[in-house]
């Protein structure tokens, strides 16, 4: 199961740290990934992270703004959201999926949290 936490309402240019708990899944074993929707429109991949490739990787949107990074012996992997636009605003879910390879596609993620909504005001 994960669990997401730690979404909210910042101004725009604000940071955000995004959490997302797992349990009963060794990290090391697996990819972890953040996606994000906003009503009426496709789930969008924002990034991932696997730590048995050492590879991670960021939609062009947030690269330079946006970092994950995880925390084997906690379980846990965070997005630390910086510099953020109105245009973030979305709810933000995690991901995992088998495997080693780093992917963008959504349906290649077996397991989701249940989403934390971010708002960005301007």
């Known amino acids: 199961q994960l669990q997401a936490s730690g979404g909210g309402l910042v101004q725009a240019g604000g940071s955000l740290r995004l959490s997302c708990a797992a349990s009963g899944r060794t990290f090391s074993r697996y990819v972890m990934g953040w996606f994000r929707q906003v009503p009426g429109k496709e789930r969008e991949f924002v990034a991932a992270?696997?730590?048995?490739?050492?590879?991670?990787l960021y939609a062009d949107s947030v690269a330079g703004r946006f970092t994950i990074s995880g925390d084997n012996a906690k379980n846990t992997v965070y997005l630390q959201m910086n510099s953020l636009k109105p245009e973030d605003t979305a709810v933000y879910y995690c991901?995992?999926?088998?495997?080693?390879?780093?992917?963008?596609?959504?349906?290649?993620?077996?397991?989701w949290g249940q989403g934390t909504q971010v708002t960005v005001s301007s």
């Open positions: 992270i696997s730590w048995s490739g050492g590879r991670t």
């Open positions: 991901a995992a999926k088998n495997g080693i390879v780093v992917v963008t596609t959504s349906s290649l993620y077996d397991s």
